[in-house]
């Protein structure tokens, strides 16, 4: 495996970090239809503990198999598989070494209280991810959460021990809780603080959510309009995240969401790429359509990340 020039100008912004954690980033880069380009498309599953298994597979029942979600990773040419520890086990002998595939060591479900901190329970390790022939750990923070301190301690911890042993760590930085309101989940004020707050925790790949042009904190209201930062667009707030994770030297990948149409998955993607984001990290958009469709709808997507649509 040759690395683009593209991919070893990527790599070079991690200045810090030892051979074996830029080999895995490289392997990712370097794996799929995208490879190469310095875009990405990776398939999470870890929904079925988010939602429960009818919200999260029922609409496609194939996909309550574990292997479907390895094999349409694979077949559509992804970058990465990432799934919680059970999912990853169930397959991770049948298709060792075709694809990357990510830990996700944290997790939340609906089954808690609407009274309790917005946190997520440790359920896979570092040793887990090494056992399984992982290319990084994956961990979600929640950014304006009771519990975000003791997030971020846990993921510090964790995350020097995996780039100790040559492992990437992806971070989901999806702000809620109790310091910001509903609208102020998605606001771009809080997406790019929450891209911040990755980066400087040590995450070699940010996962956000798209913002809308909403703005929450007074203060940051204040140095956005006398700065005048366009955010008229979603390739223009793309472009405001981007620069928040370290002027771009972060890779930063955006979350699809609840499953949508597929223009509006379409535009999404061309507003990322205009905006000069790495990709996408598509998981109900793609898993709870039909076969056949998610292969299509991949399809244009790397069509799209090529520039081609």
Not at 46 to 57: C, I, K, L, V
Not at 81 to 99: K, N, R, S, V
Not at 188 to 194: F, L, M, S
Request: hydrophobic share 40%.
């Amino acid at each position: 495996m040759k690395a683009s020039t593209t991919v070893r100008k990527i790599l070079a912004n991690y200045e810090g970090e030892t051979p074996g954690v830029k080999a895995r980033l490289c392997q990712m880069l370097m794996t799929g239809r995208l490879k190469g380009t310095g875009k990405m498309i990776i398939l999470p599953v870890d929904q079925g503990f988010e939602h429960g298994p009818a919200r999260t597979f029922a609409p496609n029942p194939p996909a309550y198999d574990p292997h479907y979600h390895y094999q349409l990773a694979i077949d559509a040419g992804l970058n990465a598989y990432a799934a919680p520890l059970g999912m990853l086990e169930a397959g991770a002998d049948t298709f060792a070494g075709q694809i990357p595939t990510i830990l996700k060591v944290n997790s939340a479900n609906s089954l808690m209280s609407d009274t309790a901190g917005k946190n997520q329970a440790i359920t896979g390790t570092v040793e887990d991810a090494l056992r399984l022939g992982c290319a990084a750990i994956g961990f979600t923070i929640y950014p304006g959460s009771d519990m975000a301190l003791d997030m971020f301690e846990e993921i510090a911890e964790m995350r020097r021990e995996a780039a100790s042993l040559g492992l990437p760590t992806v971070i989901w930085s999806y702000p809620r809780g109790e310091a910001i309101s509903k609208d102020g989940e998605t606001a771009v004020d809080i997406a790019a603080y929450a891209a911040q707050i990755a980066a400087l925790l040590g995450a070699h790949i940010i996962k956000i959510k798209l913002s809308t042009d909403h703005l929450e904190l007074k203060e940051a209201r204040k140095v956005f309009e006398e700065q005048q930062i366009d955010i008229s667009t979603q390739a223009a707030r793309v472009a405001e995240c981007m620069r928040s994770a370290f002027n771009g030297r972060r890779i930063v990948v955006f979350s699809g969401g609840a499953k949508k149409g597929e223009d509006a998955v379409y535009d999404d993607a061309r507003a990322i790429r205009d905006g000069g984001g790495n990709g996408s990290i598509i998981g109900r958009n793609s898993f709870q359509r039909e076969r056949s469709e998610a292969m299509a709808m991949f399809d244009r997507l790397v069509a799209i990340y090529k520039g081609q649509q």
